[in-house]
Structure formats: C-alpha cells, structure tokens
C-alpha cells in the first residue's frame, strides 16, 4: 500500500493542523501510525490506531492530538489542537500488519512526510 501525507504548513503556536494520509488500497486491516522527525533528531512515534480502532499517542501529545481512521476512503487522520514549538517536525504516516506501536521499523509501508511548523 502506498501513502500519501498532507495537511501540514505553519500555524502560530496554539493553533492547529488536520493531516491526513491517504492509502492507495485497503487499509482495513492495517495499524495505522504517525511519526514525526525534527531536524537532528530521531524518528519518534506521535499516535497509532489499530483496526479495531484501539488508539495510544506518546505522552506529550496526550489531549491536544486526535487519531482517527475512514476505512471506507482508506484515510487516517491526526488532528493537531494547541500546537507548541516543540512539535515542529516533519510528519510521516505509516502502516504495518504487525500489532507493533512504537518501533518505527516496524513498519512496512510509509508516506512522504508533511512538514509542520510552529511559531512561538
């Protein structure tokens, strides 16, 4: 399955983004995850949904990110409330058949990226 990332831009700090990824087939069987990159820093897990919709996001997005997924147009979403400097970052969507969350490598199949930024 190929994935296609988009939503991102720049947004003043305490504002918001809605990204979404886009699948070229099925993703109905799919853990769907969002990972984000800054610049000189690893690759870190933001949120995942499994397919039976159980949904974990890494503590520091807890409250202010919101995953979710349309199988029906093989979309998964991540919309980003009260955003903060810290999360700029370039965000990648990703999809594994494997019950794995946190390990990017992980996961099989990945989008491009959508680059967000925030100002203070």
């Known amino acids: 399955v190929q994935l296609q990332a988009s939503g991102g831009g720049l947004v003043q700090a305490g504002g918001s983004l809605s990204l979404s990824c886009v699948a070229s087939g099925n993703i109905r069987s799919y853990y769907m995850g969002w990972f984000r990159q800054a610049p000189g820093k690893e690759r870190e897990f933001v949120a995942h949904?499994?397919?039976?919709?159980?949904?974990t996001y890494r503590d520091s997005v807890k409250g202010r990110f919101h995953i979710s997924r349309d199988n029906s147009k093989n979309t998964v979403y991540l919309q980003m409330n009260s955003l903060k400097p810290e999360d700029t970052a370039v965000y990648y969507c990703?999809?594994?058949?494997?019950?794995?969350?946190?390990?990017?490598?992980?996961?099989?199949?990945w989008g491009q990226g959508t680059l967000v930024t925030v100002s203070s």
């Open positions: 949904i499994s397919w039976s919709d159980a949904i």
């Open positions: 990703a999809a594994t058949l494997q019950s794995a969350i946190w390990n990017p490598s992980s996961y099989e199949h």
